[in-house]
């Protein structure tokens, strides 16, 4: 599978953005998702990850209601939705994907990944 994220930007804080990343190939139903973030000088940690029903999902605490991940299984992409937007969200936003995820937050077990998408907070 292929991933395309897109929707980043510049907000300011308190603000919300929304982003998708959109994927080809088949089968994108059976695919857990992820979402990930790099800050710059930082490691890339993890966000929010949904299942391939979308019946189960589990957020970072640093993202804990503020963020909503969701998945429309019919167009293909997953969304992540960011709300009270801090500058500490700063970051390369990435979106993940794999056909077996035994632990969602852990960068490791996802193979497939999108190019990332530049969300910039400013204070």
């Known amino acids: 599978v292929q991933l395309q994220a897109s929707g980043g930007g510049l907000v300011q804080a308190g603000g919300s953005l929304r982003l998708s990343c959109a994927a080809s190939?088949?089968?994108?139903?059976?695919?857990?998702l992820g979402w990930f973030r790099q800050a710059p000088g930082k490691e890339r940690e993890f966000v929010a990850a949904i299942s391939w029903s979308g019946g189960s999902t589990s957020y970072a605490d640093s993202v804990k209601g503020r963020f909503t991940i969701s998945r429309d299984n019919a167009k293909n992409t997953v969304y992540l939705q960011m709300n009270s937007l801090k500058p500490e969200d700063t970051a390369v936003y990435y979106c993940?994907?794999?056909?077996?995820?035994?632990?969602?937050?852990?960068?490791?077990?996802?193979?497939?990944w999108g190019q990332g998408t530049q969300v910039t907070v400013s204070s």
């Open positions: 190939g088949r089968a994108f139903s059976r695919y857990a």
């Open positions: 993940a994907a794999e056909t077996l995820v035994a632990r969602p937050g852990a960068i490791e077990d996802y193979d497939y």
